[in-house]
């Protein structure tokens, strides 16, 4: 069946899923009709022969006939909208908005002249109501009366523009960025944590005059060893990992009997020597010991206010952590994917789990104790970075997706597509394309619960933040969705509603008063940018990747104010490392060039070249600088010019500001490279701890120069 068989377009259509694409060489890239089958199979669409997808479309268009109302309706502040509604033919309807705080508006019918349809042996009519235009932002009900019948369904009314957080007084601020396991002190058990975050925070405010720490992603990984490395690959983003809960600062370790309060220190020495001298963060090895010593101060019990707090915490999560808790107690019982559980505990809801639950409330409540003692430390470190006189604080990290094996697939398998991964098309970093193994949102399944996943998932992320970065915020807009068995390059993609993602994620940054950025790098359609600017989301700019039509560096000048700009990211290496080109000697191990090792590396010294050239242009590398190719220098210089450019939020890696030199990840791999392993380091390739950052005066001369302080050496 060709794709320009109108049944296969009218589904892909509807579903949002595109026949062709623009690679990221400018070439216009058809789409199979088997991807497109696959994809379509994956949303339960059976369009594998032309009988099949004429039912297929049959049933699509009937199927708003059979629902009274939409499931859920969002619109931006100010902006008129209408709904239409489905009753039986003849009948009188009335719409009404039941807004958040119980008050009551009307809306009015509009003529509509649609006809009547047969639906299920039933004529059904369709009339159109009408949206006042000066409702209040907010979650909201639309309530349809017909008859005797009362039907409702969600309104969401969203902020057209959510612009920076009042903190930052309209000023320009910059940051750190790090990646948190990789910075670790004296105090932590071998991966850094949430008090390291709050030391790191508190001296990025008071000696670096840094207005915010920039994390990765800190979602929940699985419950025991072994723990995936990838803080992009979580089990679920609606709760925090709890390897980075520091055992010594949760309230109760204070109060533990002497020979319950002797055994955490024990426990820690024992994790130090067998971690002393391995250059890689060993989490399994490191939660193992935590969590042990975390039973112990959770059996110790808690004063009765503590005690209240905790079950009012259980309370107010809800199902949701009841969830959550009972994977994990069920994750220590029937394996790491519970896709190979027995039947009956595949589904949160049946008897079977239920019983499961009542047997091991003991164990299933200290999951929930993990949870809400995340909580608590989260919230101390946020609160000890703007009483430090950060103005936005912590920016979490939102994740793309999550484990196609883990709690948040187990919770809600039915808002997942199943059969498809998520993933890329092939760039000029990552040549095969990627698949990131993650399953992908499905948009029909979102409209129909109102957001309320992604609702929910923004809530909790913000909660104890100033600040989100949304990776790969294109996923709002589109996906690369990957159907099993086919290679990263054989996808396509799938739309989302932006209008409604975007809105929502606006709306609930504008309740936390929180700043939001997001990762717009890689295949990007241009007007995406602009939508984001218009709805006042920041976008990100990063220095080797502001380039000219032909090839040159973009004048600072030319950057775009609405965005977070920065010279690196994580998924390149540090500055150091990519003056010398390790990234590309490192794809070369691992086969992942498509061109010859000294082709790229000529390209590489000639984007090298014309960088360097620029900044002693622009007067940010002075001329004994570039003839040395000094590489501090050189790095102070991009950031130096990264001042220079009208960015409300500028970003530098805490990686160049102490002269790491290796990668955190490099894309299109797994254990190929230690990807997410590697600790914070110097210049020599030593491991440094917090400490050492704290003594660092190289970090010293990058925030000098950050802060605007630091002139070049001529003019000092």
């Not at 369904?153 to 601020?173: E, K, N, Q, V, Y």
């Not at 000890?384 to 604080?393: C, L, Y």
């Not at 970003?651 to 190929?672: K, S, W, Y």
Request: charged share 25%; with cysteine; hydrophobic share 40%.
């Amino acid at each position: 069946m060709a794709l320009n068989d109108p049944l296969l377009a009218e589904l892909a259509e509807h579903f949002g899923i595109a026949s062709e694409f623009w690679d990221w060489k400018g070439r216009q890239t058809q789409i199979s009709d088997e991807t497109i089958i696959a994809v379509l199979k994956s949303l339960e669409i059976d369009a594998s022969t032309p009988e099949r997808a004429q039912d297929a479309v049959e049933e699509l268009r009937m199927r708003p006939w059979r629902r009274k109302l939409p499931a859920c309706v969002v619109l931006e502040q100010g902006q008129p909208g209408w709904v239409n509604v489905h009753v039986t033919s003849g009948a009188d309807a009335s719409l009404y908005i039941r807004l958040e705080n119980g008050e009551a508006r009307d809306t009015w019918q509009t003529t509509n002249d649609s006809p009547d349809r047969e639906v299920d042996g039933q004529w059904i009519g369709e009339a159109t109501f009408q949206l006042p235009a000066d409702l209040p932002l907010g979650y909201h009900r639309l309530v349809l009366r017909s008859q005797d019948v009362e039907v409702e369904s969600s309104l969401i009314i969203t902020p057209s523009f959510l612009g920076l957080p009042a903190s930052m007084h309209d000023r320009r601020i910059w940051g750190y960025a790090t990646q948190l396991y990789s910075v670790r002190s004296r105090e932590s058990w071998g991966v850094g944590d949430l008090t390291d975050l709050a030391d790191l925070s508190v001296w990025s405010s008071t000696q670096q005059f840094a207005g915010y720490v920039l994390v990765n992603p800190l979602h929940a990984a699985q419950p025991q060893p072994p723990l995936e490395p990838s803080p992009y690959l979580p089990t679920s983003r609606m709760y925090v990992n709890p390897l980075y809960i520091r055992p010594e600062a949760v309230e109760e370790y204070a109060t533990l009997g002497d020979d319950e309060r002797k055994q955490i220190p024990k426990l820690r020495k024992k994790l130090r020597k067998e971690i002393d001298g391995v250059d890689q963060i060993l989490r399994n090895e490191s939660w193992a010991a935590k969590a042990e010593a975390l039973q112990i101060i959770f059996e110790a019990g808690r004063k009765p206010a503590r005690e209240m707090a905790f079950n009012d915490f259980i309370r107010r999560e809800g199902r949701q952590l009841r969830d959550f808790a009972t994977w994990c107690a069920l994750y220590e019982v029937h394996g790491v994917d519970w896709r190979t559980w027995p039947a009956e505990l595949q589904r949160p809801t049946s008897p079977e789990v239920a019983e499961f639950h009542r047997a091991n409330q003991g164990r299933i409540r200290f999951y929930k104790w993990l949870q809400w003692i995340a909580e608590n430390q989260m919230s101390s470190t946020q609160q000890a970075a703007r009483d430090a006189g950060m103005p936005i604080g912590i920016v979490s990290d939102l994740a793309v997706g999550v484990n196609a094996s883990g709690a948040e697939t187990w919770m809600m398998s039915d808002v997942f597509a199943q059969g498809c991964t998520v993933g890329a098309p092939p760039d000029a970093y990552s040549q095969l394309g990627q698949d990131w193994g993650q399953p992908p949102w499905r948009p029909d399944r979102l409209a129909d619960l109102a957001y309320a996943p992604f609702r929910q998932m923004v809530q909790g992320v913000l909660r104890h933040a100033g600040g989100l970065r949304v990776d790969h915020i294109i996923g709002l807009f589109r996906l690369w969705w990957v159907p099993q068995g086919k290679s990263a390059k054989e996808g396509t993609y799938v739309r989302y509603d932006h209008d409604a993602l975007i809105g929502i994620l606006a709306l609930e940054a504008h309740r936390a008063q929180a700043l939001v950025i997001g990762e717009d790098l890689g295949t990007v359609q241009p007007w995406v940018r602009d939508y984001l600017s218009r709805r006042g989301i920041l976008g990100t700019s990063v220095m080797w990747f502001e380039m000219e039509a032909d090839g040159q560096p973009t004048p600072p000048e030319h950057w775009r104010e609405y965005a977070m700009s920065s010279v690196t990211t994580h998924d390149l290496p540090p500055t150091s490392g990519y003056l010398a080109g390790d990234h590309i000697r490192l794809r070369d191990q691992l086969g992942m060039l498509t061109e010859s090792l000294e082709s790229e590396l000529e390209h590489g010294r000639a984007e090298q070249q014309a960088m360097i050239e620029a900044l002693r242009n622009h007067g940010a590398l002075s001329e004994e600088d570039y003839q040395s190719r000094d590489v501090e220098q050189i790095t102070l210089a991009m950031h130096r010019m990264l001042t220079w450019t009208p960015s409300k939020v500028l970003n530098a890696a805490l990686v160049d500001a102490v002269g790491d030199r290796r990668t955190q990840n490099q894309p299109g791999t797994i254990d190929e490279y230690p990807n997410w392993r590697v600790p914070l380091s110097g210049p020599d390739g030593a491991p440094m701890l917090l400490e050492d950052v704290f003594a660092s005066e190289r970090a010293s001369r990058l925030a000098a120069v950050m802060n605007g302080y630091s002139q070049m050496p001529e003019q000092r």
